[in-house]
């Protein structure tokens, strides 16, 4: 890892912004614009890529959040990197940002499977929330083993699928899919604040969970200082 030098985040968005042709989607702005917030004033650089680089596509922007309109007016949110041109050896640690475009375009893109793989692989802290777990599916370890396997995490439920109505719609259930994938999945209550930390994976359930879940974040890279 980086050692004593200032600690580096990668928070990743989707590009994706068509729900199943039903209404428009993307990233879902509290889940990335507060993370950011907690990142910074805890003394982190913070980078901000997506699939397809530039203007990522946005939903659940509320202005009056000062923390959301900060990070929309941001550089990094208005021309986020190319995830194919991130490299991943320069971060500590990756966050996937949810929204529902995540769940078209994060599980089989090689390089959100690649860099979760290498920042996990040198020791760094991979965490998601709400349907950014779907970058975790596919993500498989360097010996071929998916990264959840066994491990305890938090995601986007069936039940909160099926009360924002599109459970229909998405391509694959995020919770049963993880399971399939060997993941413990631990669903909260409904729409309340769920994190999951189990060693460097760190996952939230929903857009509740976005800030605590990147506490989490920030007190594991704190026990790795130096």
């Not at 805890?42 to 901000?48: C, I, L, Q, R």
């Not at 991130?86 to 949810?98: E, F, I, P, Q, T």
């Not at 779907?134 to 099926?162: K, M």
């Not at 760190?202 to 200082?225: F, Y």
Request: hydrophobic share 40%; aromatic share 8%.
């Amino acid at each position: 890892m980086l050692g004593g030098m200032t600690k580096r985040i990668l928070i990743t968005l989707t590009s994706h912004d068509d729900l199943g042709g039903v209404e428009k989607t993307g990233y879902y702005v509290p889940e990335a614009a507060h993370p950011w917030e907690i990142f910074r004033k805890a003394g982190f650089d913070v980078d901000v890529a997506s699939v397809r680089g530039g203007e990522p596509p946005q939903d659940g922007y509320d202005p009056a959040d000062p923390a959301q309109a900060a990070f929309v007016a941001s550089p990094e949110q208005r021309n986020t990197l190319r995830l194919a041109d991130v490299d991943a050896s320069r971060y500590d640690a990756v966050l996937y940002a949810g929204g529902h475009g995540t769940m078209w375009d994060f599980p089989d893109d090689p390089d959100v499977i690649r860099v979760g793989r290498e920042v996990y692989e040198r020791g760094g802290v991979v965490a998601a929330v709400c349907h950014g777990p779907a970058a975790l599916v596919n993500l498989t370890l360097s010996d071929g083993s998916y990264l959840v396997a066994g491990r305890r995490v938090a995601a986007f439920t069936n039940t909160e699928e099926e009360l924002r109505g599109v459970a229909h719609v998405v391509p694959f259930l995020l919770a049963d899919k993880l399971a399939e994938r060997g993941a413990r999945h631990e669903p909260g209550d409904t729409w309340q604040a769920q994190v999951v930390v189990d060693g460097r994976l760190a996952t939230g359930q929903n857009p509740a969970s976005a800030a605590p879940l990147a506490e989490s974040v920030v007190g594991l890279l704190a026990e790795r200082r130096g």
